[in-house]
């Protein structure tokens, strides 16, 4: 697809996977994007509302997938080709907040990035590195899985790295260490990793907690980013129906731990400000969030919030009574 891509205009290839979209609405993606926006906007919309937002949710994943084959032909800002990477520029429009980001990394201390699946998260990353900032985002790695693959050979392309979500918090931190960006996308549920449930949508939700973790042991606030569509209204000349090409990149003020508060209660709080940070984001243009993502899928007493390496532990374990069995 890849390889196709680049040689149908992008307005046809998106018209093209815009038809997929609409087809993969009504699928169980369909059905989870529907359920989900019940759960969390049941009260305060209509069906005929909700309707609307799930379409929107897969016109706006079809335009994503047709961005993502582009970012995947695209280069890094000092590769010998970069002129192939410069459509990125024109795409994302910076406002003055970037200046918050700025002010973090003169620090020298790296900088902890924190956005959710909404809008255009690759693109972020992409536009990011083609202002001149470095750094790598944490993502699922699955050696076997080529659409896993496929995704870290893309932002390899537009020079980001990425690292896996079981790597070493030292890998982390070594990132930071040099100066560089880390970033976290901690809006949705994942099992494996530690997590506390806290409030979504007015809703208890399995919420990751590295990214208070990784606060914690580097000393250092968390910077919410998104790169969105902006929402339409009168001033902004922006068609509801058609929304601009361009995508606006925002940086909101710093989350910090509360220091009068001990380790447990510190980090629920920093994951609380920051689950509802997000929760407005959605609010504000709920057509761009990954709604299809079973986000309230484990509810409070199903999971057992192990550490990740005493989860490796127990494994490791398991491998030896194994063994000793066989033997």
Same mark, same amino acid.
């Given at each position: 697809m890849t390889r196709i891509a680049g040689f149908v205009p992008q307005p046809a290839l998106r018209g093209v996977l815009g038809l997929a979209g609409a087809a993969a609405a009504r699928t169980r993606f369909g059905r989870m994007t529907r359920a989900n926006l019940a759960l969390a906007l049941g009260n305060e919309t209509t069906e005929a509302e909700r309707e609307r937002i799930a379409? @929107? $949710?897969f016109q706006h994943s079809a335009r994503l997938v047709s961005e993502w084959l582009r970012l995947a032909r695209s280069t890094a800002p000092d590769a010998p080709d970069a =002129? *192939? %990477?410069a459509w990125i520029e024109r795409a994302v429009r910076f406002d003055g907040s970037i200046g918050i980001l700025e002010r973090e990394l003169a620090r020298g201390r790296g900088a902890i990035v924190v956005t959710a699946h909404i809008g255009n998260w690759e693109l972020l990353a992409a536009a990011?590195? *083609?202002? /001149?900032?470095? %750094?790598?985002? $944490? @993502? #699922?790695?699955? !050696?076997?899985?080529?659409?896993?693959?496929?995704? $870290?050979?893309? *932002?390899r392309a537009y020079g980001v790295g990425t690292i896996s979500q079981s790597a070493s918090p030292?890998?982390?931190?070594? $990132?930071? =260490?040099? /100066?560089?960006?880390? %970033? #976290?996308? !901690?809006d949705l549920e994942v099992r494996r990793l530690d997590g506390e449930f806290v409030p979504f949508f007015g809703r208890p939700a399995l919420t990751m907690t590295a990214p208070a973790a990784i606060a914690r042991a580097h000393r250092a606030p968390l910077i919410p980013i998104r790169c969105s569509i902006a929402p339409s209204s009168p001033d902004s000349g922006v068609d509801a129906a058609e929304p601009g090409s361009d995508y606006v990149l925002r940086v909101e003020e710093p989350l910090v731990l509360d220091p009068s508060l001990d380790r447990r209660a510190a980090t629920r709080d920093i994951t609380e400000r920051m689950n509802a940070l997000f929760e407005a984001w959605i609010r504000e243009t709920p057509e761009q969030w990954a709604w299809h993502q079973p986000?309230?899928?484990? &509810? !409070? /007493?199903?999971?057992? &919030?192990? !550490?990740l390496v005493e989860r490796k532990?127990?494994?490791?374990?398991?491998?030896?009574?194994d063994g000793s069995a066989s033997g």
């Amino acid at each position: 697809m890849t390889r196709i891509a680049g040689f149908v205009p992008q307005p046809a290839l998106r018209g093209v996977l815009g038809l997929a979209g609409a087809a993969a609405a009504r699928t169980r993606f369909g059905r989870m994007t529907r359920a989900n926006l019940a759960l969390a906007l049941g009260n305060e919309t209509t069906e005929a509302e909700r309707e609307r937002i799930a379409s @929107g $949710v897969f016109q706006h994943s079809a335009r994503l997938v047709s961005e993502w084959l582009r970012l995947a032909r695209s280069t890094a800002p000092d590769a010998p080709d970069a =002129q *192939r %990477g410069a459509w990125i520029e024109r795409a994302v429009r910076f406002d003055g907040s970037i200046g918050i980001l700025e002010r973090e990394l003169a620090r020298g201390r790296g900088a902890i990035v924190v956005t959710a699946h909404i809008g255009n998260w690759e693109l972020l990353a992409a536009a990011l590195r *083609r202002r /001149g900032f470095r %750094g790598d985002v $944490v @993502g #699922l790695e699955r !050696p076997r899985d080529s659409s896993s693959n496929w995704l $870290v050979a893309m *932002r390899r392309a537009y020079g980001v790295g990425t690292i896996s979500q079981s790597a070493s918090p030292r890998t982390l931190l070594r $990132v930071l =260490q040099a /100066g560089r960006i880390l %970033g #976290l996308l !901690p809006d949705l549920e994942v099992r494996r990793l530690d997590g506390e449930f806290v409030p979504f949508f007015g809703r208890p939700a399995l919420t990751m907690t590295a990214p208070a973790a990784i606060a914690r042991a580097h000393r250092a606030p968390l910077i919410p980013i998104r790169c969105s569509i902006a929402p339409s209204s009168p001033d902004s000349g922006v068609d509801a129906a058609e929304p601009g090409s361009d995508y606006v990149l925002r940086v909101e003020e710093p989350l910090v731990l509360d220091p009068s508060l001990d380790r447990r209660a510190a980090t629920r709080d920093i994951t609380e400000r920051m689950n509802a940070l997000f929760e407005a984001w959605i609010r504000e243009t709920p057509e761009q969030w990954a709604w299809h993502q079973p986000r309230w899928r484990t &509810a !409070p /007493g199903e999971y057992e &919030a192990v !550490p990740l390496v005493e989860r490796k532990r127990r494994a490791r374990a398991r491998r030896a009574a194994d063994g000793s069995a066989s033997g």
